[in-house]
T-cell receptor, first 112, second 111 residues
Framework: SAVISQKPSRDICQRGTSLTIQCQVDSQVTMMFWYRQQPGQSLTLIATANQGSEATYESGFVIDKFPISRPNLTFSTLTVSNMSPEDSSIYLC?????????FGPGTRLTVT | SQQGEEDPQALSIQEGENATMNCSYKTSINNLQWYRQNSGRGLVHLILIRSNEREKHSGRLRVTLDTSKKSSSLLITASRAADTASYFCATDPNTGNQFYFGTGTSLTVIP
């Protein structure tokens, strides 16, 4: 299994600013993903973080708003840009080893 | 977009009873996973079932998969108050390794 850590665990940000979330996996994994979970909702896939190339975004998510980096097999960042209150959510990093998918503890973001 | 829907949305049972929740999905899949999420906490991976498997057990959990109906069920036997949580299914369509989550079932076990 993979252990995933995220930083920060929570943050309160002002409208119009940006926040970068870091995700570290304790072992090399093939796939890394970023999800969003709005209050009381299920998880929505934002994008697949591809190592050394541009992320693959799901419908409704764009690179300008959610730039993602993955410089190596164990690390990825997600930036939430030009934030608005609608971006208040939990952002989760995920990694797939052989088959199972593991999740980080999440970053709870509140935008005021 | 979400791949699956879960049924029921909410379920309330007495401790000791069995809880069954269902997941239906839209496209062919490679694998299906079930997760638990306690209120305000992270996701806990419960079980993975592959598309060529029909049933899997893990402790008090029993998962079935019917690919012809594009559905899965999670049975929790002899429920405990600690089983109170939201339960999600997640599927990876044949188009890639991404997992898409269902809408979730909120389970309350009354002591």
């Amino acid at each position: 299994s993979a252990v995933i850590s995220q930083k920060p665990s929570r943050d309160i940000c002002q409208r119009g600013t940006s926040l970068t979330i870091q995700c570290q996996v304790d072992s090399q994994v093939t796939m890394m993903f970023w999800y969003r979970q709005q209050p009381g909702q299920s998880l929505t896939l934002i994008a697949t973080a591809n190592q050394g190339s541009e992320a693959t975004y799901e419908s409704g998510f764009v690179i300008d708003k959610f730039p993602i980096s993955r410089p190596n097999l164990t690390f990825s960042t997600l930036t939430v840009s030009n934030m608005s209150p609608e971006d208040s959510s939990i952002y989760l990093c995920s990694a797939v080893g052989s088959y199972e998918q593991y999740f980080g503890p999440g970053t709870r973001l509140t935008v005021t | 977009s979400q791949q699956g829907e879960e049924d029921p949305q909410a379920l309330s049972i007495q401790e000791g009873e069995n809880a069954t929740m269902n997941c239906s999905y839209k496209t062919s899949i490679n694998n299906l996973q079930w997760y638990r999420q306690n209120s305000g906490r992270g996701l806990v991976h419960l079980i993975l079932i592959r598309s060529n498997e029909r049933e899997k057990h893990s402790g008090r959990l029993r998962v079935t998969l019917d690919t012809s109906k594009k559905s899965s069920s999670l049975l929790i036997t002899a429920s405990r108050a600690a089983d109170t949580a939201s339960y999600f299914c997640a599927t990876d369509p044949n188009t890639g390794n991404q997992f898409y989550f269902g809408t979730g079932t909120s389970l309350t076990v009354i002591p």
